[in-house]
């Protein structure tokens, strides 16, 4: 059986593992970016709408942001968006139906066609600017905070190299926590079957150098995940 990787921040790693060690695959947690918190005050001021551009950039900051309790709309990516505006602040968060990507986002904040007021961005150094690029678009007053940055982690990278010549599935959910190792010197892509999270507004090059390529449309669903990593390794 080839081993299993996955190398992105992910909520439900555990769940992941556990189904898939019941099927006899290997499992190795090696995140190639670590995520680094740079600001945990970031709610400064009243904004009528907070966009939570990631995860990452809400679920370390400082339970006390009280001016969040004063927004009258929460716009969150995904599912763990939501899930962690509920924890640490008990609000609820609007997140797309289906297309949970800054693609889906816009067309969820469109189809609610509410009076944003006006916004502030949470999200990460680096990170996409096609919600940014969506608010100047349509003119609407907006703040931009970058909660975190992405650190590479250079033992993690090192060991997900050692092992593709192998074969190994790498999983990971969005395109930058797979840009480091597409890009290390000498790595066979053609050993390496990539799941990735079927981003619209994401493109990855080198696909047909890769052993496979799959898309999940949920990255919530486990049992869609270890069905697809078994029909990769038949």
């Known amino acids: 059986m080839l081993d299993v990787i996955l190398v992105s921040n992910y909520s439900m790693k555990e769940e992941l593992q556990d189904s898939l060690m019941a099927h006899g695959y290997k499992f190795h947690d090696l995140m190639i970016q ?9 709610i ?24 969040i309790y004063n ?38 904040i469109k189809d609610n066609d509410y009076d944003l007021g006006n916004v502030l ?3 990460g150094i680096g ?4 919600i940014q690029n969506y608010l100047l678009s349509e003119n609407l007053p907006h703040n931009i905070c970058n909660v975190y940055e992405r650190i590479l982690n250079e033992d993690n990278l090192k060991s997900v190299v050692s092992k593709v010549d192998d074969g190994v599935i790498v999983i990971g959910f969005s395109k930058s926590s797979i840009e480091p190792l597409i890009k290390s010197p ?10 990735v ?12 150098r890769f052993a496979s390529f799959t ?13 697809k990593i078994r029909g990769i390794d038949t």
Do not use: M
């Not at 670590?34 to 970031?42: F, L, N, Q, S, T």
């Open 34 to 42: 670590d995520i680094h918190h740079i600001e945990r005050y970031p």
């Open 44 to 67: 400064d001021d009243e904004y009528t709408t907070i966009i939570i551009q990631s995860a990452n950039a809400i679920k370390k900051i400082d339970a006390s942001n009280n001016h």
């Open 71 to 108: 927004a009258k709309y929460i716009y969150g990516i995904g599912p763990n968006c939501r899930l962690w505006v509920k924890r640490k602040f008990s609000l609820d968060c609007i997140i797309p139906d289906d297309n949970y990507s800054s693609v889906g986002l816009i067309d969820k």
């Open 121 to 123: 961005l949470l999200k």
């Open 127 to 130: 990170g996409k600017e096609t």
């Open 186 to 195: 000498g790595v066979n892509l053609g050993k390496i079957h990539i799941i």
């Open 197 to 208: 999270l079927d981003k619209s507004d994401e493109e990855i090059n080198n696909i047909k």
């Open 215 to 227: 898309k999940l449309s949920d990255i919530y669903d486990i049992t869609d995940i270890v069905e």
